[in-house]
C-alpha cells in the first residue's frame, strides 16, 4: 500500500468513527487546522499537578509528608484502573486475569519499597512537630484504598473477625458497612461511640462507600475468579497471581507501613504513641489482628492461621 492509498484509507475510517457518532467529518477535520498541537505539561497537566502541595507549617519535611501521600493516591488510582478492567471483562481469560493482576502486585510491591522514602526521608523531630496540625486527619481516611478493597473480595472478608458469624451476602450493604475490620479503629471501645475522624469520614464517602459494595458485589476480583471454570481456577500462574495479591496487599504492604508508623508514632519505643486520627492504629494495622484476607481459599489452614505474623522489626 503507497501513501497515497494508506491515506485514503485513513480518511475512510475517520468518516466511520464520525458517521458512528452522527458527527460531521468534514467540521472535524477542519476543527485540526485551528487545534493547539498538544505539549508535555498541556498533557501530564503539570503546572496543576504541582501547585497542589500547601503546607501547614514551615517545617520543610512535612513537604515530603504531603508529596509521598499524593503520590500513593495517584498510585492507588492506577491500582483501581487495572482492577476495574479485570472486574468488566466478560469472558475473561485467565492470562489477561493474570497480567492485569500483576500489574496491580507490581504498584503494591512500589509502595511498599517506597516507604523507605518515608522511614529514612523525614527527620523525627520535624514529623513529631508537624503532626500535630494534622489532627485529626489520619491516612485511615483514605477513601481509594477502601475502594480498592471493596475491589478485591466479597465483603465477609473484610468484616471484623468479632461479627463475621452474624453476616451472610443476604445482610444489607449498610449492615455490613457498619461492621468492617475498620470501623473499630474509629469507634470507642467501650462505648461504640464513632469518633470525629470517622464521623467526618463516612459524612464524605459512605454514600459512595455503599454504591461501589453494591456494584462489585457479585464482580470483585475474588468472585471473577470464582466464576471461572475449575480447570482456569488451577491455572497456575493465576494462582500464583492471587496469593502474591492477596500478600503483598494484606501482609507485606501493612507490615511495612507498620515499622514506618512505630518509628515515628512510637519513636520512645514506650508504646503510648498516638495516630493523629486517635485509633488503635498498633491493632489497626497489624495484619494479625486485621485477618484481612482477600481470597481464603487459596491459602492452607495453617497458612491462614499463621496470617501475619511476621514479626515486626
Not at 130 to 147: D, I
Not at 194 to 200: A, G, N, P, R, T
Not at 202 to 218: D, G, I, V
Amino acid at each position: 500500500m503507497n501513501i497515497s492509498e494508506h491515506r485514503e484509507t485513513i480518511l475512510k475510517d475517520i468518516e466511520l468513527k464520525y458517521d458512528a457518532i452522527n458527527q460531521k467529518t468534514d467540521t472535524q477535520l477542519e476543527g485540526l487546522l485551528y487545534a493547539k498541537p498538544i505539549t508535555y505539561w498541556d498533557y501530564i497537566q503539570t503546572d496543576a499537578l504541582l501547585s497542589l502541595q500547601t503546607q501547614r507549617t514551615t517545617l520543610p519535611d512535612e513537604m515530603v509528608f504531603i508529596m509521598y501521600h499524593q503520590v500513593n493516591e495517584l498510585i492507588f488510582k492506577m491500582i483501581l484502573w487495572e482492577m476495574q478492567q479485570i472486574c468488566y471483562c466478560e469472558n475473561i481469560q485467565t492470562h489477561f486475569f493474570t497480567e492485569r493482576l500483576m500489574r496491580v502486585s507490581r504498584y503494591f510491591d512500589m509502595l511498599t519499597t517506597s516507604f523507605s522514602i518515608m522511614e529514612e526521608g523525614m527527620e523525627v523531630e520535624q514529623y513529631m512537630k508537624f503532626r500535630n496540625t494534622l489532627t485529626p486527619a489520619s491516612g485511615f481516611q483514605s477513601a481509594q484504598y477502601r475502594l480498592i478493597e471493596f475491589t478485591s473480595t466479597d465483603l465477609i472478608n473484610l468484616i471484623d473477625n468479632r461479627f463475621r458469624s452474624k453476616i451472610d451476602r443476604n445482610t444489607s450493604f449498610e449492615n455490613a458497612f457498619e461492621h468492617l475490620y475498620w470501623q473499630a479503629a474509629g469507634k470507642d471501645y467501650h462505648t461504640g461511640t464513632k469518633s470525629y475522624l470517622l464521623e467526618e469520614f463516612e459524612k464524605k464517602y459512605k454514600s459512595a462507600f455503599l454504591k461501589h459494595m453494591e456494584e462489585y458485589n457479585t464482580i470483585n476480583i475474588y468472585q471473577k475468579f470464582k466464576q471461572l471454570p475449575v480447570e482456569d481456577q488451577n491455572n497456575p500462574e493465576l494462582v500464583k497471581a492471587m496469593r502474591h495479591f492477596d500478600h503483598t496487599v494484606n501482609i507485606t504492604w501493612v507490615m511495612q507501613h507498620l515499622n514506618v508508623a512505630i518509628k515515628y508514632i512510637d519513636h520512645s519505643g514506650k508504646g503510648d504513641g498516638e495516630a493523629t486520627g486517635g485509633s488503635d492504629w498498633k491493632k489497626y494495622m497489624h495484619p494479625k489482628y486485621q485477618r484481612r484476607i482477600f481470597f481464603p481459599d487459596l491459602w492452607s489452614e495453617e497458612e491462614l492461621a499463621n496470617w501475619g505474623v511476621e514479626k515486626v522489626s
